[in-house]
Every structure is written in C-alpha cells, then in structure tokens.
C-alpha cells in the first residue's frame, strides 16, 4: 500500500479544510503522460470504488484503485517545502526512471 508521512497528512488536512473537504480522505493515482510514462495525482475522496484498496494513515482514509496501486505498492509520500520545491514528493521504489522535477516515472 501507499504510506504517506505525518508531515503529508498534516498538509493533506490543511488543504482540504482551505477547500472545504475536510473530513474527506485521498485518492493517489498513477495516470499515463509526463516525459518518463506516468505521473502520480491525488485527489480528495469520500467514496469506495470497486476495486479499491483503502487503508487509515494518520486519521485519514487514503484510497488506491487496483490498477494504480501494481506501480505505487511500498511509495512513500511526504511533503517537503525547501527553496528551489514545495510539494508532494513521491518515493517510489518501483520506479526505474524519473524525470528531473520528479513528477513522472516509469
């Protein structure tokens, strides 16, 4: 499964109380495109889908359909706030090449 950190939750809760999802959890996603083949997406979910993996990390329902979570099984998500980034970083150990802003893998 997909493990996100303390520090990401804590983001994760900020936004959606900004946006008026709190109480929702998150969807992570691995959709086709970017210059290495794929890039991650999250998004906020309060809803099952089929074939959904859901685990509770720090308070928060995180969903992973089945398709996505074959390429994100073990990423570790954290947020990271630095000069030159801020954002969710994704580490994947599945990945076998990344573009250089880390956006999207193969």
Known sequence: MVQFTANAVDKIREMASEQEFAGYG???????????????????????????????????????????LCYLDGTVVDYVESLDFSGFHFDNPSATRTCGCGASFS
């Open 26 to 68: 998150v969807r992570v996603m691995v959709v086709g495109g970017g210059c290495a083949g794929f890039t991650y997406d999250m998004d906020f979910e309060n809803e099952k889908r089929d074939d959904d993996e859901i685990a509770k990390q720090h308070g928060i329902e995180v969903y992973v359909d089945a398709m996505s």
